[in-house]
């Protein structure tokens, strides 16, 4: 699976959008772009996923570059809640764990 | 997307026993399971998969004799901490593998071993 890199950590206000980045420039063709987060001592949540469109779903929008080598989470308006570490993940179509690098910690300011 | 119930949330034992820690789908038939780890301040680490009728696949460094996992149902999996030392404090956390590869994952399991 591609490697992926994002910033450590992220503020926003809560309210505003929050746009989290994700570079993954040794993505291969086959490979999706799946986000989930965690909140502090729970279970991580799934967000969304893309191969090479946008999607948006209940949660946020998932933005992904035309040469699919960088994508961008987008929480259209963030709370509170949303304070979690949020984890951007490359992966082929098979039933394979998932590696979890670092994250970005994104930090909701009231 | 599915429910994941895990189960204890916390649990706390004496160095040399074991637990056994439950993992359950509750509205999808999970063929496949994952176990992962997370030590503090560390993302976490896949363990093992879980095939529901086989035998389990563990990643590399993970001792299969230690962390024994069966999966008899399409809705349940175990995990059993054997002779569990301090070393083996940490959080645990199942995920379910559903459509499109996503995961669910159940709310964890921290393992405080005396």
């Known amino acids: 699976d591609a490697k992926t890199t994002q910033p450590p950590s992220m503020d926003c206000a809560e309210g505003r959008a929050a746009n989290l980045p994700c570079n993954h420039s040794?993505?291969?063709?086959?490979?999706?772009v799946y986000w989930y987060r965690q909140i502090h001592s729970q279970g991580p949540q799934y967000i969304i996923h893309?191969?090479?469109n946008n999607e948006t779903n209940e949660m946020a929008s998932l933005i992904i570059t035309e040469d699919r080598k960088s994508s961008t989470l987008i929480l259209p308006h963030a709370t509170l809640r949303d304070t979690a570490v949020y984890y951007c993940?490359?992966?082929?179509?098979?039933?394979?764990?998932?590696?979890f690098g670092k994250g970005t910690h994104l930090i909701i300011q009231p | 997307g599915a429910v994941v119930s895990q189960h204890p949330s916390w649990v706390i034992c004496k160095s040399g026993t074991s637990v056994k820690i439950e993992c359950r789908s509750l509205?999808?038939?999970?063929?496949?399971m994952f176990w992962y780890r997370q030590f503090p301040k560390q993302s976490l680490m896949l363990m093992a998969t879980?095939?529901?009728?086989?035998?389990?696949?563990?990643e590399q460094g993970v001792e299969k004799d230690k962390f024994l996992i069966n999966h008899a149902s399409l809705t349940l999996s175990t995990l059993t901490v054997t002779s569990a030392h301090p070393e083996d404090s940490s959080f645990y956390i199942c995920?379910?593998?559903?459509?499109?590869?996503?995961?669910?994952f159940g709310a964890g399991t921290r393992l405080s071993v005396l």
């Open positions: 879980s095939n529901e009728g086989s035998k389990a696949t563990y």
């Open positions: 995920s379910v593998l559903a459509g499109k590869n996503i995961q669910y």
């Open positions: 509205d999808f038939q999970a063929t496949t």
């Open positions: 993940i490359v992966m082929g179509g098979g039933a394979d764990g998932l590696t």
């Open positions: 040794t993505i291969s063709g086959n490979e999706y």
């Open positions: 893309g191969l090479k």
